[in-house]
């Protein structure tokens, strides 16, 4: 039974980080994948190729983890913009059907998004997600109706279970969380009142886009995860106490892939690392590739600030552990290479799922 829902991108270093868990922790984690946008305005070829990609790497891994489940979503893209003459979803979940994939529905989208989501639970699964952002849990009375054609519509095709989500994307302060709190206790209280749901999430992040709003170059902190407050604070709730937690990981939800050549990459790029604590992630931002003397090498330096901390959990507790372990002054042999940026977010991105399951 999962108790872990990771929000992640359906990109290379984030679906092999799923399939890097440890097998104790597999069977708690459900993870939601969204197709990611890129910085410009994405084109057909554009998206067709992101899918081809995700979609490649599930073919390579998914012997690893054979019996998967997992939501896919297109929250991240413009969803008027058409696949092989297909509407954006309904393409999606056709690409996607060889796996176990849950469809999620939602009330910002086209009309044809929620149609397609009902029609391949007809087809396939009996299994629906229904995604609500913080406008939607505002006011359970204006979402009412809309829910309620949902899940009649659902149980028609012979959904059995629904998984509510409360999306909250980026928290940015304590204020922020009481008042998702509230609004979510208010809306869970009447929204159980009228229908049968079968499993809740609230998930969040704080982790912002730009992380310069977060932290400087050449820098270090500790940055509380106001998105496990948030959990924490629901579950206290009696009626809320089976709340399932979920998050972002260690990438932002609004995260969108550069749109830079790779030979300008390292000029404009920094490293950045979350190594998750309890309520806390460690936080260090390197200075530019280009720039700095060490280039990629300030990934050992990263590497040793983590493990000579006492929330450092050795090299055996995850793969992504055992990834930054390898690269600090503990281990007997170091690489040549200190890492990229998608090895990291790899890495820290296992290290952060295994932790939440087994710790949290």
Not at 35 to 41: A, F
Request: aromatic share 12%.
């Amino acid at each position: 039974m999962y108790n872990y829902a990771p929000f992640l991108k359906f990109k290379q270093n984030e679906i092999q980080a799923v399939f890097s868990i440890y097998p104790d922790i597999q069977r708690f984690t459900l993870p939601l994948f969204d197709v990611p946008k890129e910085e410009r305005q994405d084109t057909e070829l554009d998206i067709l190729n992101r899918l081809c990609k995700g979609e490649k790497q599930l073919a390579a891994h998914s012997e690893k983890i054979p019996d998967l489940n997992f939501f896919i979503d297109n929250f991240d893209l413009d969803d008027s913009v058409l696949l092989n003459g297909v509407q954006q979803y309904r393409y999606v979940l056709g690409a996607l059907e060889a796996y176990n994939i849950i469809p999620i529905v939602a009330f910002d989208r086209v009309p044809d998004h929620n149609v397609a989501a009902i029609e391949f639970c007809k087809k396939k699964c009996d299994r629906l997600g229904i995604r609500l952002q913080a406008e939607d849990f505002q006011s359970f009375n204006l979402l009412k109706s809309k829910l309620a054609n949902v899940l009649s519509e659902a149980v028609k095709v012979g959904v059995t279970t629904t998984y509510l989500i409360f999306d909250c994307r980026i928290i940015e302060s304590a204020g922020d969380v009481n008042e998702l709190k509230d609004s979510i206790e208010k809306f869970h209280a009447q929204c159980a009142q009228q229908f049968s749901i079968s499993h809740y999430i609230v998930v969040g992040s704080v982790i912002p886009a730009n992380i310069t709003k977060l932290m400087k170059t050449k820098t270090t902190m500790m940055v509380e995860r106001l998105e496990d407050k948030l959990w924490r604070k629901l579950a206290a709730i009696p009626a809320l106490s089976a709340i399932n937690y979920g998050d972002y990981g260690v990438v932002s939800p609004e995260f969108s892939e550069a749109d830079l050549p790779v030979q300008l990459m390292p000029k404009y790029m920094a490293p950045k690392v979350f190594y998750t604590t309890k309520g806390e992630f460690y936080a260090e931002r390197g200075g530019q590739f280009q720039g700095h003397p060490k280039g990629y090498g300030q990934y050992f330096d990263i590497a040793d600030n983590i493990v000579k901390n006492t929330y450092f959990r050795g090299a055996k507790f995850s793969d992504g552990d055992k990834y930054i372990h390898a690269r600090s002054y503990q281990s007997a042999l170091r690489p040549k290479k200190g890492g990229s940026p998608g090895s990291w977010i790899k890495a820290t991105l296992t290290a952060h799922i295994t932790f939440v399951v087994r710790k949290r």
